[in-house]
């Protein structure tokens, strides 16, 4: 059971970037998945989460506007857009699925699940 992530990079200013996060060993419908992210001295913040069964999203106020998730059913897999990229994005992004509701920034901790290893989006001015 694990989740992989992958899609992180360096980009410049006003790019864009898309992580994707699979999923094996289990199945994504009853999940909620999605990113979080923590920056060195910064707290951790959900970003963005999607759960499939009840089409619900979340996005964090940072984000809206800019970011679109997506899920994959038969890939097993979902996505995150990243447009408009801001030095201000620059973090490690940790991809989240848990048994739990896609409506705040702290689904990641709402209930026990898996995460992925991380991937590092770095946005230079």
């Known amino acids: 059971v694990q989740l992989v992530e992958s899609g992180g990079g360096l980009v410049q200013t006003g790019e864009s970037l898309t992580l994707s996060c699979a999923a094996s060993?289990?199945?994504?419908?009853?999940?909620?998945i999605g990113w979080f992210r923590q920056a060195p001295g910064k707290e951790r913040e959900g970003v963005s989460c999607?759960?499939?069964?009840?089409?619900?999203?979340y996005y964090a106020d940072s984000v809206k506007g800019r970011f679109t998730i997506s899920i994959h059913n038969l890939r097993n897999t979902a996505y995150l857009q990243m447009d408009s990229l801001k030095p201000a994005d620059t973090a490690m992004y940790y991809c989240a699925a848990v048994p739990a509701p896609c409506d705040s920034g702290d689904f990641y901790a709402a209930a026990p699940g898996y995460w992925g290893q991380g991937t590092q989006v770095t946005v230079s001015s």
């Open positions: 060993g289990f199945t994504l419908d009853d999940y909620t």
């Open positions: 999607i759960k499939s069964s009840d089409v619900s999203t």
